[in-house]
Nanobody, 118 residues
Framework: QVQLVESGGGLVQAGGSLRLSCAASRSIFSFNACGWYRQAPGHQRDLVAL???????NYADSVKGRFTISRDNAKNTVHLQMNSLKPEDTARYYCYALDSELVPPRYWGQGTQVTVSS
């Protein structure tokens, strides 16, 4: 059983910042990887940022240099700092966790909406 709960979404003007948080029901170091995906209406759900158990990060080309993924083990939480936001970043953002020992191995939060106005 894995539970992921996102928070921190909202409405912001272009150029502004938001910090998303994902609270997990167990240690984030128990997962092979954690991260964030996003989905806008009419689009597929795409990877935004990922961090492995060993701390290796991966970002979508569209957010490199603007977004930063981090973790707080004491709070079982993964964060996504989003700076220099653009209208194209508008989407519902979903927390993601991978545990290769579970079936299915992938788990998702309920999502949090991010809207960036021009």
């Amino acid at each position: 059983q894995v539970q992921l709960v996102e928070s921190g979404g909202g409405l912001v003007q272009a150029g502004g910042s938001l910090r998303l948080s994902c609270a997990a029901s167990r240690s984030i170091f128990s997962f092979n990887a954690c991260g964030w995906y996003r989905q806008a209406p009419g689009h597929q759900r795409d990877l935004v940022a990922l961090i492995t158990r060993g701390g290796i990060t991966n970002y979508a080309d569209s957010v490199k240099g603007r977004f930063t993924i981090s973790r707080d083990n004491a709070k079982n939480t993964v964060h996504l700092q989003m700076n220099s936001l653009k209208p194209e970043d508008t989407a519902r953002y979903y927390c993601y966790a991978l545990d290769s020992e579970l079936v299915p191995p992938r788990y998702w939060g309920q999502g949090t909406q991010v809207t960036v106005s021009s």
